[in-house]
Nanobody
């Protein structure tokens, strides 16, 4: 069984910073990519940032230059450093991982339960 657990959400003022962390545990043979998505009320879930096995990264235009995704392969963790936060960043943030949990090189996407980020004065 695979679990993804996020932490680090909360309330922050505009212009502030937060750091989200996600730990992947369980039966893990290989992780292909890890990322962060978010979903604001009344909106669809959208990609925030992703990092691949080789270390490449990709960001949504709306967060590029303000957010940084990083991972620790040894610990199976992925973090999201969020700076210069804006009210429109308010959402539930979810981490995900595309991983092989059976040892057969077939990758499946797993999701965390989400953590709330609220940017407000």
């Amino acid at each position: 069984q695979v679990q993804l657990v996020e932490s680090g959400g909360g309330l922050v003022q505009p212009g502030g910073s937060l750091r989200l962390s996600c730990v992947v545990s369980g039966s893990i043979f290989s992780i292909n990519a890890m990322g962060w998505y978010r979903q604001a009320p009344g909106k669809q879930r959208e990609l925030v940032a992703v990092t691949t096995r080789g270390g490449g990264t990709n960001y949504a235009n709306s967060v590029n230059g303000r957010f940084t995704i990083s991972k620790d392969n040894a610990k199976n963790t992925v973090d999201l450093q969020m700076n210069s936060l804006k009210p429109e960043d308010t959402a539930v943030y979810y981490c995900n991982a595309d991983l092989d949990y059976r040892g057969n090189q077939r990758y499946y996407r797993f999701w965390g339960q989400g953590t709330q980020v609220t940017v407000s004065s």
